[in-house]
Every structure is written in C-alpha cells, then in structure tokens.
C-alpha cells in the first residue's frame, strides 16, 4: 500500500533527486497494482509494456483510462471480459472508483491524496518539474540572420522556437548551448553593397549613414537589399557587379571589405538591439566569414580524396542522386563559397568547441532539402561528422494578405510589428485604468512580445501559420496577454489574502477537506513534469503553450466559481495552496516558453 503523503524519508530523497513526475509516478504505481492483480487471475506475470494509459475524452469517464487489448493474448480472453475481472481485483489507495467499460478500464483518482501527493511537491520543489542535470550537452543553432537585412516575423519563429527549446532542455536537465551563425558574407551581402553605391541618390561627396538618415542600421542596410531588386529589374547588369563584389571581397580587396565591415556593423548594432528587445541570447556567436574558408579547405581535400569531384566548369559537385537526393554545388566554378561550405567546417568546428551528443539546427522548412544534402554530404566525407545532428524544421509563417518576401520588401520587420502591438496594447491599457508614462509604455512592450511570442509557439512547429495580430494581442482566449492576466489575478488574489505564499505552502494539506471540485486542477499540475519532459524530448513547445493554456483555463474556471477569499477559515487555506501552486506552475511555464509575467495588469 502507498501512503497518501510522503514520510520524512521519501521527502528527503525527493529533494535530493531535485524531481519528481508525480503524473507519471501515480500511473506507474496503478500499473504495478494491476500487474499484481492480474497475476493473482492468471497465475504468471503480464508483459513488462502491456499496460498502457490514455486520458479519457471527458473527465466524467475517469482521469485515466487503460485499453484491455495488449492483455488478451496473456489472459486468452477478450478485452472487455478482462476489463471486467481485473476491475473487481484492482486496489489501490489512489484510486477512488474504477469501472470496466466495454473493452476499457476506466480510473476515477482519490482526489484528496492526489491533492496531498502533489501540492506536497510543488510546496518542496524549488522549481517544480525541473529535473537534475545530466551530463549531455546538446546545441541548438537558431535564427542565423543574413547581414542584409533586418530581423523579420520569419527570423521571429525561429528565434522563439530556438530559444524556447533551449529553455525546455535545461530544464529537462541537459546542458543546453545556445549559438548562432551570422550570415555575414556572400552573393547576398554584395547587393546590398552594390546597390548602396549605385543608389543615384548618392551622388555626394559624403555617403549617407544609418546616423545622418536617422535609421536602425540594420532597416537601413536592409533598404538597399530591397532596391537592389529593383535596379536589377532596371538593369539586370547588375548582377554581374554584384558577383565582381563578391570576387572582390573573397580576393581581399581593401576597399571592398572596408565597405563590407562598415555596412555589417551598422546591422550587427541592429540586431543586438533587436535580440534584447526580444529577449534573446546567445552562448556562442559564429560569423561566416571567420569560417568559411576552412569549409574550402574541407571541400578540396575531399576532393583530393575522391570523395567529391569537379564538373566541367570547374564546379566542386557532392553526387547525391544514388543517395536518392539531387546533386549539390559546394563551390562554384569561379572558386566561390555557398552556404554549405562554411556549414561544412561549422559541423566540426561545433563538436570540437562543445563535445555534443545532438546538434540541432533549427531552421525552416523550406531548407529541407538543403539539411538532407548537408548531412549526407558530411556522411559521406567523414561519418563521425554526422553523427548526433538533427534538422528542426518549422513552417512558413504567413500574413494575413500572404507570404512575405524579404527582396520585394513585404516582409514585417520584427522592430516595427512589436511596436505597433505595443501601441494596441497601450490604447487597451487606457481604456482599463490610466497608467503613469513609463510603466504604461512597460506594460505595453511585455504584453505585446508575450502576445507575439506565444502565438507563434503556441502552432506546432511543422505547421505553416498566419500570424493574425488583433487575435494575438486578445485578453480572452488561447493568447499570450489571456495567461499573463491569470497569472496577475492568481497573485491579486495572493496578496489580498495578507498571507507570504511560503506561509501559504507551509500549511498541512488536508486529506479531510473535499478536494473533489479542485481535482482537475490538481491532475493538470501533476502532470507539468510529464509536459516539460515530452516538449523537450520532441523539440516542440507549442506541447507546453497548449498546457498552460488548458491549466489557464481550468483555474479561471475554478475561481469564478469557487470563493477563495471569502470560504472559512480552513476552507480558505487549501483554496490558498492551491492557487499558490497554480502561480508558480503558470510563471515557470511562461518562462520556458521566453515570456515575462505581470503582478498587476
């Protein structure tokens, strides 16, 4: 028989272990319960695997329920008769009632020492659903901007999704290496250098600046990126000056890369200022141009080695068709470098610095292909190269009007979108309650980049989205602003209750007091272990936006219906733990997925 609450021993161990799937461990404790059960019906043990859970559609058919199908060839009987005989058999103090159901076992838990198992936990637990670290490091690359343009609602996905799973593996107890490669040189950057000096406004002595135009470096870079465009739609000669730059620049010419340095620093200012706008950050930062000549050197010695050859024009080809993928250029014929020869060295460079079991590129899904040729061509190089990397594709995000276009200058620069969410959400805070300047115009960004943030995460990553900005910035609903305001009126109703929250958690959980309103609720907070682990396990935090949002819910519900404040003296104390526990499980949550969270709004 388990003990409703944990003895001093077990806590003890619990807090030296630093974690606990008390959702998980309650299955696997009911699993054993019948594992006996069945071997007292049958006389030999059942399979290790041949119990299975699943969460009924509605929670008036049980909080757990398990499917009789795997037992029938250990029982030789059909699933609904072992349904029936195991249900006569099975006890358990956790489990209050349990029924068969055609070929179903269905599992009504013990809410009060449910209540008690859980908020036991959270009330020990230094951060709740954390595990303890191990020694595995894994590396996530993400957002890799080109030095051509600003930061976009496309490098915004990435940059969320990254960061998010960076944030999730750390707390599942990896070490977890944040890096990103600046896309700082070739045929890209060039346009935007030659159509800078081509621009027939510049007829001037004196060039004009990001600083004398009064512009973000980067926005201003990113403008001649744009008219690039359309000087080539002019004059598609262009084209061949943009190439001449690019030879130039790999040359070493002198004024070539004077311009280059100067254009990339007025955009690298940018980005920094946009990644501490977006709350991102990074361990490591590789620039392509400090690496792209020892993917060269990676490249000719394959060839050397007979491991990749030259076409015709002098082209260096990865011959992939027998692989079931189409050939690849590594370099051109005029010796130039493609994004894949500096990835090339990049793969080494990375597991050199870092010693990673998994390296993971977080990258959409339009280069598919390109990550399928880029690890096959490593594969077949140097096996060892390939081992532990690993393609997180994400879909296309799109507008509302369609798809955005960085060279036709229809993308939406991530600077000027979370500036007009935060002006939206400026006017909503006006119409609530006047607000002094400074901490309106704080309010406003924090709920505007959660609003932002969680609508992207929120979307499976391998699903294309439309990101729709009025739904996002919505205070009801599956939105970033609808959990930053559950979250403040949880800690409203903390502070006027005049009580420490560590007081609060202090308090016996009683196993007398009806915890059966309350028992959703506790089952969601049980499994937040479950869900920090399976989101990181699966590089998908859109597992754990969908969590609090349903646990978001659920407490709304709950309060609204239940007084916390205004029950009875004893009534009031479990009320209180149980919000205190919501809290802290909402704002951890938030966290994870890079959202800041409100005491008022």
Same mark, same amino acid.
């Given at each position: 028989?388990?003990?409703?609450?944990?003895?001093?021993?077990?806590?003890?161990?619990?807090?030296?272990?630093?974690?606990?799937?008390?959702?998980?461990?309650?299955?696997?404790?009911?699993?054993?319960?019948?594992?006996?059960?069945?071997?007292?019906?049958?006389?030999?043990?059942?399979?290790? %695997?041949?119990?299975?859970?699943?969460?009924?559609?509605?929670?008036?058919?049980?909080?757990?329920?398990?499917?009789?199908?795997?037992?029938?060839?250990?029982?030789?009987?059909?699933?609904?008769?072992?349904?029936?005989?195991?249900?006569?058999?099975?006890?358990?103090?956790?489990?209050?009632?349990?029924?068969?159901?055609?070929?179903?076992?269905?599992?009504?838990?013990?809410?009060?020492?449910?209540?008690?198992?859980?908020?036991?936990?959270?009330?020990?637990?230094?951060?709740?659903?954390?595990?303890?670290?191990?020694?595995?490091?894994?590396?996530?690359?993400?957002?890799?901007?080109?030095?051509?343009?600003?930061?976009?609602?496309?490098?915004?996905?990435?940059?969320?999704?990254?960061?998010?799973?960076?944030?999730?593996?750390?707390?599942?107890?990896?070490?977890?290496?944040?890096?990103?490669?600046?896309?700082?040189?070739?045929?890209?950057?060039?346009?935007?250098?030659?159509?800078?000096?081509?621009?027939?406004?510049?007829?001037?002595?004196?060039?004009?600046?990001?600083?004398?135009?009064?512009?973000?470096?980067?926005?201003?870079?990113?403008?001649?990126?744009? *008219?690039?465009?359309?000087?080539?739609?002019?004059?598609?000669?262009?084209?061949?000056?943009?190439?001449?730059?690019?030879?130039?620049?790999?040359?070493?010419?002198?004024?070539?890369?004077?311009?280059?340095?100067?254009?990339?620093?007025?955009?690298?200012?940018?980005?920094?200022?946009?990644?501490?706008?977006?709350?991102?950050?990074?361990?490591?930062?590789?620039?392509?141009?400090?690496?792209?000549?020892?993917?060269?050197?990676?490249?000719?010695?394959?060839?050397?080695?007979?491991?990749?050859?030259?076409?015709?024009?002098?082209?260096?080809?990865?011959?992939?068709?027998?692989?079931?993928?189409?050939?690849?250029?590594?370099?051109?014929?005029?010796?130039?470098?493609?994004?894949?020869?500096?990835?090339?060295?990049?793969?080494?460079?990375?597991?050199? %610095?870092?010693?990673?079991?998994?390296?993971?590129?977080?990258?959409?899904?339009?280069?598919?292909?390109?990550?399928?040729?880029?690890?096959?061509?490593?594969?077949?190089?140097?096996?060892?190269?390939?081992?532990?990397?690993?393609?997180?594709?994400?879909?296309?995000?799109?507008?509302?009007?369609?798809?955005?276009?960085?060279?036709?200058?229809?993308?939406?620069?991530?600077?000027?979108?979370?500036?007009?969410?935060?002006?939206?959400?400026?006017?909503?805070?006006?119409?609530?309650?006047?607000?002094?300047?400074?901490?309106?115009?704080?309010?406003?960004?924090?709920?505007?980049?959660?609003?932002?943030?969680?609508?992207?995460?929120?979307?499976?990553?391998?699903?294309?989205?439309?990101?729709?900005?009025?739904?996002?910035?919505?205070?009801?609903?599956?939105?970033?602003?609808?959990?930053?305001?559950?979250?403040?009126?949880?800690?409203?109703?903390?502070?006027?209750?005049?009580?420490?929250?560590?007081?609060?958690?202090?308090?016996?959980?009683?196993?007398?007091?009806?915890?059966?309103?309350?028992?959703?609720?506790?089952?969601?907070?049980?499994?937040?272990?479950?869900?920090?682990?399976?989101?990181?396990?699966?590089?998908?935090?859109?597992?754990?936006?969908?969590?609090?949002?349903?646990?978001?819910?659920?407490?709304?519900?709950?309060?609204?219906?239940?007084?916390? *404040?205004?029950?009875?003296?004893?009534?009031?104390?479990?009320?209180?733990?149980?919000?205190?526990?919501?809290?802290?499980?909402?704002? %951890?949550?938030?966290?994870?997925?890079?959202?800041?969270?409100?005491?008022?709004?």
């Amino acid at each position: 028989m388990i003990p409703h609450k944990k003895s001093k021993k077990q806590k003890k161990e619990s807090r030296a272990k630093g974690f606990s799937e008390p959702f998980a461990e309650l299955q696997h404790e009911i699993a054993g319960a019948i594992h006996h059960a069945a071997s007292s019906l049958q006389g030999v043990p059942l399979p290790p %695997d041949s119990i299975t859970f699943e969460i009924p559609p509605e929670p008036r058919f049980g909080d757990l329920a398990i499917p009789c199908f795997t037992l029938a060839r250990a029982f030789r009987q059909n699933p609904a008769q072992i349904a029936t005989l195991l249900a006569k058999k099975i006890s358990h103090p956790f489990i209050e009632n349990i029924q068969a159901v055609g070929p179903y076992l269905n599992i009504h838990l013990q809410p009060a020492l449910a209540a008690a198992r859980v908020l036991d936990e959270i009330a020990a637990s230094k951060q709740f659903g954390h595990a303890p670290h191990v020694n595995e490091t894994i590396v996530v690359e993400y957002i890799s901007p080109n030095t051509n343009k600003p930061i976009h609602l496309g490098h915004a996905r990435n940059g969320f999704l990254g960061d998010s799973i960076a944030r999730l593996l750390k707390a599942a107890g990896k070490r977890a290496i944040k890096t990103c490669l600046v896309n700082d040189r070739g045929i890209h950057i060039c346009k935007s250098i030659v159509a800078y000096l081509a621009d027939t406004k510049l007829k001037t002595k004196k060039l004009p600046t990001p600083t004398t135009m009064k512009k973000k470096g980067d926005h201003f870079v990113g403008d001649y990126y744009v *008219l690039y465009e359309t000087l080539r739609k002019e004059n598609p000669e262009i084209e061949d000056r943009a190439k001449e730059c690019l030879l130039q620049w790999e040359a070493g010419d002198k004024t070539t890369r004077a311009l280059w340095k100067k254009m990339n620093a007025w955009v690298l200012g940018g980005f920094k200022e946009t990644f501490a706008l977006l709350g991102l950050s990074f361990d490591k930062i590789y620039f392509e141009s400090s690496i792209y000549k020892k993917g060269k050197e990676i490249i000719e010695r394959a060839v050397q080695n007979g491991h990749l050859e030259r076409d015709a024009s002098g082209a260096v080809i990865a011959r992939l068709e027998k692989h079931g993928l189409p050939d690849k250029v590594l370099l051109r014929s005029d010796g130039t470098s493609l994004y894949i020869t500096q990835d090339m060295y990049l793969a080494q460079k990375r597991q050199k %610095d870092f010693r990673a079991k998994t390296t993971l590129y977080v990258v959409g899904s339009e280069q598919d292909l390109y990550f399928k040729q880029l690890f096959k061509v490593l594969e077949l190089i140097d096996p060892k190269q390939v081992r532990g990397l690993l393609h997180v594709s994400y879909g296309i995000v799109n507008l509302p009007e369609g798809r955005m276009k960085s060279r036709e200058g229809t993308v939406v620069d991530i600077d000027d979108l979370l500036a007009e969410l935060a002006d939206m959400v400026g006017k909503e805070l006006d119409e609530r309650a006047p607000l002094p300047k400074k901490e309106r115009a704080r309010r406003s960004q924090i709920i505007a980049l959660a609003a932002l943030k969680f609508f992207i995460l929120e979307v499976t990553p391998r699903s294309d989205m439309v990101f729709n900005p009025k739904e996002s910035l919505s205070f009801q609903g599956r939105t970033g602003p609808y959990l930053q305001y559950t979250y403040a009126r949880l800690k409203s109703i903390i502070k006027k209750s005049k009580t420490a929250e560590t007081a609060i958690l202090k308090k016996s959980i009683s196993t007398q007091y009806d915890w059966r309103a309350e028992k959703q609720l506790i089952i969601s907070l049980a499994k937040y272990p479950t869900t920090i682990r399976e989101a990181a396990e699966h590089y998908d935090p859109s597992q754990l936006a969908r969590y609090l949002y349903e646990l978001a819910k659920t407490a709304n519900e709950y309060y609204h219906s239940h007084p916390i *404040l205004a029950a009875e003296k004893s009534v009031r104390a479990q009320r209180l733990c149980l919000v205190v526990a919501i809290a802290k499980v909402l704002k %951890d949550g938030l966290v994870l997925l890079g959202i800041k969270t409100l005491e008022e709004m």
